[in-house]
């Protein structure tokens, strides 16, 4: 049966914390940027559904997909940044 994967996104003193959740497991990583933190949780996310053919990742920042959609946007596109993804903010 199909289980959407959630990667939630936290930026805590200046690190970012990534959780993946999937089929009632959860696993962490740590990163210095968003994009690294991005990387690391598709990393997660192949270790949590291996014999998945097609992944569905759902990326939240504190649990909402559209600040980090925002946030990876920033931390790809504005150097200003610093590759945090906090941008203007």
Do not use: N
């Not at 959407?4 to 962490?28: F, H, M, N, S």
């Not at 940027?33 to 014999?51: I, N, W």
């Amino acid at each position: 049966m199909y289980e959407p994967i959630l990667a939630d996104y936290r930026l805590d003193q200046g690190k970012w914390t990534v959780e993946v959740t999937c089929r009632g497991k959860t696993l962490r990583a740590k990163a210095a940027t968003l994009v690294a933190a991005k990387s690391r949780a598709t990393r997660l996310a192949e270790r949590l559904a291996p014999d998945e053919d097609s992944r569905t990742v759902v990326h939240t920042l504190d649990g909402d997909a559209v600040r980090f959609t925002d946030a990876l946007l920033a931390a790809t596109f504005r150097p200003e940044s610093g590759g945090t993804g906090q941008g203007d903010k």
